[in-house]
């Protein structure tokens, strides 16, 4: 079956730092990949997404390029804002109508 | 264009009762999902909808939790009888298929306490 791994947090960072969240998945055929972001007491919110090998995603800074060979897509900002702590998610879907696999999540702290 | 809609916000009941969570998804959306989510399992897929019909449940826990969806602006997810392991956060999110993998738009959710 299908399955996200991301590097378990809390990630700290001080603003302006450089991130980088490591996501690595398996699956079968060519999932489409996404980044979702959840701010306390809220819903999840799309960052970004890609639906095929080589595509890059990219929203308010942050950037992921989907690698087949390496299955993976890590989330990378240049400089990061204290507004950008959050928790943020990994994910997968096989296409169409399926439902999405979660990784468990990375929470980002970024201190002024 | 009002986003996906859920009810109760917060949901605070004792154990052995039914609790019933409503869904209403985006006007156009025909995909309807389910999610919880857990610090211990993170967020796991309960059951989707397409076009009204439950497609694949197989991640609902048990048969004391059940869903609906009697029509293309509303679903229901319920309880029966609660647990105290039941409490969670859980999410309902629609989705317009057809022509590439659209995101998912996701509501605020409900956080469910069970005493």
């Known amino acids: 079956g299908n399955s996200v791994t991301q590097m378990e947090g809390p990630v700290t960072l001080s603003e302006e730092a450089f991130l980088t969240i490591n996501c690595t998945y398996t699956a079968t055929g060519y999932p489409s990949l996404f980044w979702y972001v959840q701010y306390p007491g809220e819903g999840l919110q799309l960052l970004l997404k890609?639906?095929?090998?080589?595509d890059k995603g990219s929203n308010k800074g942050f950037e992921a390029t989907y690698r087949k060979e390496t299955t993976s897509f890590h989330l990378e900002k240049g400089s990061v804002q204290v507004s950008d702590s959050a928790v943020y998610f990994c994910a997968l879907t096989g296409g169409g109508a399926d439902g999405l696999t979660f990784g468990k999540g990375t929470h980002l702290i970024i201190q002024p | 264009d009002a986003g996906v809609i859920q009810s109760p916000r917060h949901e605070v009941t004792e154990m052995g009762q039914e609790v019933t969570l409503r869904c209403k998804p985006i006007s156009g959306h025909n995909s309807l999902f389910w999610y919880r989510q857990t610090m211990m399992r993170g967020l796991e897929l309960l059951i989707y909808f397409n076009n009204n019909v439950p497609i694949d449940d197989s991640g609902m826990p048990e048969d004391r939790f059940s869903a609906k969806m009697p029509n293309a602006s509303f679903s229901t997810l319920k309880i029966q009888p609660s647990e105290p392991r039941d409490s969670a956060v859980y999410f309902c999110a629609s989705i317009r298929t057809g022509g590439g993998s659209q995101p998912q738009h996701f509501g605020d959710g409900t956080r469910l306490s069970i005493l």
């Open positions: 890609a639906t095929k090998a080589d």
